[in-house]
Nanobody, 118 residues
Framework: QVQLVESGGGLVQPGGSLRLSCAAA?????????IGWFRQAPGKEREGVSC??????NYADSVKGRFIISRDNAKTTVTLQMNSLKPEDTAVYYC????????????WGQGTQVTVSS
């Protein structure tokens, strides 16, 4: 099983950007994995944000046009570039393995906090 580690969260003003990274522990390749990002805010349900697989990339309507998911050339990291951030994007963000985009999240890391506030 792949152990995932998220990084890159922080405090940013509305309209700002953050870049989250998801890497497999010990540098294992994520090339053949379907990797999704989901977020969890206090008092709210878990929300799938984006997913990348061999078939392409998916985005939730709430982030479409603002977030970009990608893999690095070495296929060891999946990145979520978050632009035009809004206060409602505030949450703990997790990357997770999935069998397919839209399917259940199988394994995820410890999460990284994203806070959008002035």
């Amino acid at each position: 099983q792949v152990q995932l580690v998220e990084s890159g969260g922080g405090l940013v003003q509305p309209g700002g950007s953050l870049r989250l990274s998801c890497a497999a522990a010990s540098g294992f390749s994520l090339e053949y994995n379907t990797i999704g990002w989901f977020r969890q805010a206090p008092g709210k349900e878990r929300e799938g944000v984006s997913c990348i697989s061999g078939d392409g990339k998916n985005y939730a309507d709430s982030v479409k046009g603002r977030f970009i998911i990608s893999r690095d050339n070495a296929k060891t990291t999946v990145t979520l570039q978050m632009n035009s951030l809004k206060p409602e994007d505030t949450a703990v963000y997790y990357c997770a393995t999935q069998y397919r985009c839209g399917g259940p999240f199988v394994q995820w890391g410890q999460g990284t906090q994203v806070t959008v506030s002035s």
